[in-house]
T-cell receptor
């Protein structure tokens, strides 16, 4: 069956450290993958998109990698801050459709 | 602010009642999506429109659910004969064209069915 898996346990890290979140997928062949941030009671906010022919994408303190062999994307936040605390969702477009499929999200908590 | 707006933000209803939600997308966006999100889960795709045409519907969308986008601008999502299992956050998103375009989400409508 097709699945997108993110670590359902919350990730707790200290301010200033690098947070690394994982997204694994099975039985998909996405041309690209997206990462979103969601705060409680709000809609997701787009962060980054990485295409299958890109190994890595950066935006300020954010970095995303995409390994189509391992079927995995890693999302890194360097020099993390308490304001980075949120749920982070990965999403991909299902084969032969135009709909986004989201993972369950990983909640990140950054402590001062 | 010209982002995606949704109305109402919260809706409490009794089982068996009908409810209707509205979404106003970013004005120049021709694609509009509806998702449902329950606690601890990611958003689940329900349906999407390209202009006024409804192009895809999820199998999650039972016949009690109907969505419209009559003039290719705002959209409505109606749930008839609500059930307690319909309690969720209903999210709307819009984008400017192809499926690789960023989707911009609204704040959602939280539905509670008693």
């Amino acid at each position: 069956s097709q699945k997108i898996e993110q670590n359902s346990e919350a990730l707790n890290i200290q301010e200033g450290k690098t947070a690394t979140l994982t997204c694994n997928y099975t039985n998909y062949s996405p041309a690209y993958l997206q990462w979103y941030r969601q705060d409680p009671g709000r809609g997701p906010v787009f962060l980054l998109l990485i295409r299958e022919n890109e190994k890595e994408k950066r935006k300020e303190r954010l970095k995303v990698t995409f390994d189509t062999t391992l079927k995995q994307s890693l999302f890194h936040i360097t020099a993390s801050q308490p304001a980075d605390s949120a749920t982070y969702l990965c999403a991909l477009v299902a084969d032969n459709t135009d709909k986004l499929i989201f993972g369950t999200g990983t909640r990140l908590q950054v402590f001062p | 602010d010209t982002g995606v707006s949704q109305d109402p933000r919260h809706k409490i209803t009794k089982r068996g009642q009908n409810v209707t939600f509205r979404c106003d997308p970013i004005s120049e966006h021709n694609r509009l999506y509806w998702y449902r999100q329950t606690l601890g889960q990611g958003p689940e795709f329900l349906t999407y429109f390209q202009n006024e045409a409804q192009l895809e519907k999820s199998r999650l969308l039972s016949d009690r659910f109907s969505a419209e986008r009559p003039k290719g601008s705002f959209s409505t999502l109606e749930i008839q004969r609500t059930e307690q299992g319909d309690s969720a956050m209903y999210l709307c998103a819009s984008s400017s064209g192809t499926h690789t375009d960023t989707q911009y989400f609204g704040p959602g409508t939280r539905l509670t069915v008693l």
